[in-house]
């Protein structure tokens, strides 16, 4: 190799180390727009109805580009209810961070109109149809009453949610899903009742929660249901609870955002 062959290469590699740290600082900088896309979009405060105790957690992945839609809301509906959401966007990158923003603002608009879950999700589901957009999201929606504890939910291929009971019962919403919004036309979101006792919790997630690599769905879940099950018989706060909840999505191995909400009903302390 001649000298001049030498300095060829070595330009060479300069140059592709270069690009390489152009792409670099491109895909990080995507990655840090859609994790602030995610935190503001999401709710800065929650609703605080006398009876209801409501605690949040959410970690968005790291890995990677792998940056989701993961999304939790609450707010307050005419008649005194309260509207409760969970949901998860297809896709890890910016665009699903921006898409979640829409389905996120679009279920708040359109509960305005109506605060039923099957019919808001149904709503919600032929807003994004006709907006055009190749992705789609998860959701589960429930409006609580208060005064009652009575609780109406829907659910749009949405992570099934874990209840709890101070009496020492707890386990798995068994309510038929929809499909995901975003996919078919005209499609309808059964609802199913519930009821929200003295002490009791329902705790809401997204699958980063609950299902990875070291995780199957199924056992995760049940890891969800004994840990709200244990909160409720002991009295522990909302908080204590979505704290606990949120550790053990470090333990199933995901690269998926993951997303907490609880609900509690007049607990003690």
Do not use: K
């Not at 503001?40 to 989701?68: F, K, Q």
């Not at 807003?127 to 939910?153: H, K, N, Q």
């Not at 706060?237 to 995901?254: D, K, Q, Y």
């Amino acid at each position: 190799m001649t000298t001049d062959d030498g300095d060829e290469l070595l330009a060479r590699l300069r140059s592709l180390t270069a690009q390489a740290r152009e792409r670099a600082e491109v895909q990080r900088s995507q990655v840090e727009l859609a994790i602030a896309l995610q935190r503001e979009m999401l709710p800065s405060d929650l609703p605080h109805p006398p009876g209801v105790r409501l605690a949040v957690r959410y970690e968005p992945a790291c890995y990677g580009l792998n940056v989701g839609g993961d999304w939790y809301d609450a707010f307050p509906l005419p008649g005194g209810r309260l509207a409760l959401c969970i949901g998860d966007v297809q896709g890890h990158n910016i665009e699903a961070a921006a898409f979640m923003g829409q389905v996120r603002v679009g279920l708040r608009a359109l509960a305005s109109v109506t605060g039923d879950p099957g019919e808001l999700l149904a709503r919600t589901n032929d807003l994004l149809i006709s907006l055009g957009s190749d992705l789609f999201a998860t959701c589960t929606f429930l409006r609580l009453d208060p005064a009652t504890g009575v609780l109406e939910s829907a659910r749009a291929g949405h992570t099934p949610f874990v209840w709890a009971a101070a009496d020492g019962r707890s386990g798995i919403a068994e309510d038929e899903p929809g499909p995901p919004l975003g996919i078919q036309p005209g499609a309808e979101y059964p609802v199913s009742h519930h009821r929200l006792t003295s002490g009791g919790v329902f705790v809401l997630l997204t699958d980063g929660v609950v299902e990875g690599p070291a995780l199957p769905l199924d056992e995760g879940l049940s890891q969800v249901v004994r840990l709200a099950g244990i909160a409720a018989v002991a009295g522990l706060g909302t908080e204590s609870l979505a704290a606990a909840v949120i550790e053990g999505a470090t333990r199933v191995g995901h690269e998926d955002d993951a997303a907490v909400l609880v609900v509690g009903h007049d607990e003690p302390g």
